[in-house]
Nanobody, 121 residues
Framework: QVQLVESGGGLVQAGGSLRLSCAGSGRTFSSYAMGWFRQAPGKEREFVAAISWSTSRTFYADSVKGRSTISRDSAKNTVYLQMNSLKPEDTAVYYC??????????????WGQGTQVTVSS
């Protein structure tokens, strides 16, 4: 059974930092791009960041660029999202995803269950 399990969400004050983790299991993700989406209440799910597994190219949404860093540990089958200078508008459920076809997660094959990030003002 393939699983993506997120962790690291929580409540943080504006200006603070969080590091999200996504651990994959049930298969190797060596040929998958992995990354993050988020969905705020009443809004559509949106792309946040992605990292290609083979070349480590990274991609970011404009809304988080310069404040976030995505990285991966291939030995642990894990991807991370370090988020700094958090804003209340970053409040959302953050979902991990894995995509075998595209480096920017246009057609994810697998999704995690999500982890809540709440940024208080």
């Amino acid at each position: 059974q393939v699983q993506l399990v997120e962790s690291g969400g929580g409540l943080v004050q504006a200006g603070g930092s969080l590091r999200l983790s996504c651990a994959g299991s049930g298969r190797t993700f060596s040929s998958y791009a992995m990354g993050w989406f988020r969905q705020a209440p009443g809004k559509e799910r949106e792309f946040v960041a992605a990292i290609s597994w083979s070349t480590s190219r990274t991609f970011y949404a404009d809304s988080v660029k310069g404040r976030s860093t995505i990285s991966r540990d291939s030995a642990k089958n894990t991807v991370y999202l370090q988020m700094n200078s958090l804003k209340p508008e970053d409040t959302a459920v953050y979902y991990c995803a894995a995509d075998h076809s595209t480096p920017t997660l246009r057609a994810p094959d697998y999704w995690g269950q999500g982890t809540q990030v709440t940024v208080s003002s």
